[in-house]
């Protein structure tokens, strides 16, 4: 019996020498390590040998296993090998070829009009102010003169948070109470950028979420003409200098007086169409004269300084510029929409 072990490990080491692919080297596997190979019906049978020849015969039937399985391991690895090496030389690699371009991302339309309104602005002398998303009912309300239960408050569908007197801010106004705070009894000239939070139905022409950019100028012997050419000059610089615009009284409980920007629609010039529902205009802002109240909130005497603030959604603006129909766009994510820009 040892003497057909020797045996057996000759012939299958020659056959194992002598197979090509992965299909000889599993069928010299079942031949030789399988459940019905001649080596494992040798294991199987030591139980029938006498109890001197047992344990050689075991031991030499467990090298031979062993000496087959290192054998098998080894050769499937040079098999890979040589595979690899063909695989590397059929396919070689000119490395001197230009590789393929990445691609690149852009910036999301919403802050491509941020900053396009922000350097216009900058160019007009106002400086940029960041104020926080989280504010006090204080901030957001009473200290732009809206106290408690005031029916102003309606204006804006607010988000409240689990802490009293927390909110999401509604609008950027809060910044002015901040930056008027830090900086009295000094001249102020700024644009406050970001986003606001309002809890409203999901429209084509609203969001709970939208960028607004609020502007604040407050000095001595500021009047409302100066708010005017200002806005016009704005209003120039980003819609074209043939743009028209005009003013129409309005409501804010934080200016007085106030009143809302239009510009001509670019659409039908102004003959009537539906994207400005045929009156001829568009509306792009809210403005007006800072409340006496809220001047002094800020730290300003309303008797020596005056000033105007404004609003205006940047959202909106590129809608009206891009003629984008529905302000959701912006917020899906949708590629066919954001690699126009």
């Known amino acids: ?64 296993k062993r000496a087959f ?8 690895g040079s098999l890979a090998s040589a595979r690899l090496e063909h695989e590397l ?8 070829l230009p590789g393929r371009p990445l691609f690149r991302g852009r910036l999301h339309p919403a802050t491509q009009t941020l900053r396009q309104i922000l350097a216009i602005w900058a160019e007009m002398g106002f400086q940029v102010y960041r104020s926080r998303d989280v504010e006090t009912d204080a901030y957001n309300f009473e200290l732009l003169n809206m106290p408690a239960h005031h029916p102003a408050r309606d204006m804006w569908d607010t988000f409240y948070t689990t802490t009293p007197g927390v909110v999401l801010r509604t609008h950027t106004s809060p910044g002015q109470i901040h930056v ?57 610089r980003y819609f074209g200098h043939d743009v028209r615009t005009r003013f129409r ?17 670019f659409v039908c010039s102004g003959t009537g169409c539906p994207v400005c529902k045929h009156t001829g205009w568009l509306e792009i802002l809210g403005s007006g004269m800072v409340h006496p109240t809220v001047l002094a909130n800020g730290g300003y005497d309303p008797e020596e300084f005056s000033g105007f603030a404004f609003g205006m959604g940047s959202e909106r603006i590129s809608m009206l510029k891009h003629r984008i129909e529905d302000i ?14």
């Open 180 to 236: 008027m705070r830090e900086r009295a009894p000094e001249p102020i000239r700024v644009v406050l950028p970001g986003m606001c939070y309002r809890y409203e139905q999901v429209t084509a022409r609203a969001e709970i979420q939208f960028n607004q950019i609020e502007g604040l100028a407050v000095g001595r012997n500021i009047t409302f003409g100066d708010l005017k050419g200002t806005l016009t000059a704005f209003a120039r």
């Open 328 to 341: 959701r766009a912006f917020w899906a994510n949708d590629l066919r929409f954001l690699e126009q820009f």
């Open 1 to 64: 019996m040892l003497k057909r072990l020797d045996e057996l490990e000759r012939e299958g080491q020659r056959e194992l020498a002598e197979a090509r692919d992965e299909e000889a080297l599993q069928a010299w596997k079942v031949k030789y390590l399988g459940r019905s190979a001649e080596l494992g019906r040798v294991l199987d049978g030591l139980r029938s040998v006498s109890k001197e020849e047992r344990p050689a015969l075991g031991k030499r039937s467990n090298e031979v």
């Open 69 to 76: 399985e290192t054998a098998l391991e080894a050769r499937l």
């Open 249 to 265: 009284a309005a409501h804010f409980p934080f200016t007085e007086p106030s009143a809302e920007m239009d510009i001509e629609c």
């Open 89 to 96: 030389q059929r396919e070689r690699i000119d490395v001197t």
